[in-house]
Structure formats: structure tokens, C-alpha cells
């Protein structure tokens, strides 16, 4: 995922938001998602050789913590799927 990796952290990556049809408002959407689940995930090889993206870091906190945690990220995929929908599909959110 060089690619994409390179996209997200650009420095230019706002101006280039600005410049496509989908604008600030998906890009924005993109970027607090990321911005949510970025330190909670990990990347690992399992023994079969395939790569996997799993959580870490939430055996250190609270049971309570955990559905807030994932009820913030659901909320905000929600959000970046309507903005998918709405400003890549041209399709009308209710």
C-alpha cells in the first residue's frame, strides 16, 4: 500500500483535495477515520505468510473504554462511506 501510504501523508495532499471532484468534504472524512483508528492498528505476517491488520494496544485499557472506542470508529466510517456516496457517486444521503 506504498501508494496510498504516500497519498495520506502527503504535505500536499489538502491542496490536492481541493483540486478533485470529491473536494474537502470526502477528503476530510478520509482523513479524521484514518486519524481515528491510525493508533490502534497494526500490520503482522502471520506463519502462513499473509498479512493482516489486526488492534493492538486495548488490553491496557478499561473494558468501558472499548465500545466507545468502537462506536467512535463505526461513526466515523459511517460518515466516510455517506461522503463516498454523496460526493464520488453523486448519490442523494437522506
Avoid: C
Wanted: glycine content about 10%.
Amino acid at each position: 500500500m506504498k501508494g496510498v501510504n504516500d497519498f495520506l501523508y502527503a504535505q500536499g495532499r489538502i491542496d490536492l483535495s481541493r483540486a478533485l471532484p470529491a473536494g474537502d468534504a470526502f477528503f476530510y472524512a478520509l482523513t479524521e477515520f484514518r486519524d481515528s483508528i491510525y493508533n490502534y492498528i497494526a500490520f503482522v505476517r502471520g506463519q502462513d505468510g499473509q498479512g493482516y491488520v489486526t488492534l493492538q494496544g486495548m488490553d491496557g485499557r478499561g473494558a468501558t473504554d472499548f465500545p466507545k472506542i468502537t462506536e467512535q470508529w463505526s461513526m466515523r466510517a459511517r460518515h466516510l462511506a455517506n461522503m463516498y456516496r454523496e460526493k464520488i457517486l453523486g448519490q442523494q444521503i437522506q
